[in-house]
């Protein structure tokens, strides 16, 4: 590729993706009169991705690692247009919380302290499983609060949105 590729360079892919591509010209070769589907293929695959012995793996491992490289050094001289995350207005009113996220928010220090080496995503599954143990009658304040902020949410963008209109 050249300096000004205008050619998005193709996606590097992982250890386990080779393999499958190698299995499946194997299986082509062995059995060429076979179709399998993708679910059947797939089931296959990882029966015997997890059977191949770690010397093996390290073949598609180095294989990947090539395959980063080479997208890494594309990358490089690509020209193209780039993905650029839209940046968010910072005078823009923010989305409220769920009635989830109340939740969350208020039983969280109390899963930390029952707790404290958890992390903040098992601390996050523990709320959730609360929250669906919860009735619909414990659900119905935090329903309550978020719809209240999400009223006074929407007024707000909407005041937002046309003051920009405006220009001001």
């Known amino acids: 590729m050249g300096k000004d590729s205008k050619v998005r360079p193709k996606v ?3 250890p386990y993706v ?6 499946r010209n194997q299986m082509r070769e062995q059995q060429p009169n076979i179709y399998y589907d993708f679910t059947e293929f797939s089931r ?3 029966e015997k991705w997890k059977t191949i012995s770690k010397k093996e793996k390290k073949k598609y491992e180095a294989l990947a690692k090539r395959d980063k490289d080479r997208y890494q ?4 001289n690509y ?3 780039r993905r650029e995350r839209r940046r968010r207005d910072a005078d823009a009113p923010r989305k409220p919380p769920s009635s989830f996220l109340l939740f969350s928010q208020d039983h969280f220090d109390e899963i930390k302290e ?3 080496n958890w992390t903040v995503g098992q601390v996050a599954k523990a709320a959730g499983r609360m929250w669906a143990r919860c009735s619909e009658a414990d659900k119905i304040p935090y329903e309550e609060r978020a719809a209240v902020l999400r ?8 005041a937002y949105y046309h003051q920009c209109q405006r220009g001001e």
């Open 44 to 46: 296959k695959c990882s």
């Open 114 to 116: 029952q707790h404290p």
């Open 18 to 23: 080779h393999f499958m591509m190698d299995f």
């Open 79 to 81: 020209s193209g247009p």
């Open 151 to 158: 009223a006074k949410y929407l007024e707000e963008r909407e």
């Open 12 to 14: 590097n892919v992982s």
């Open 73 to 76: 050094r594309e990358m490089r």
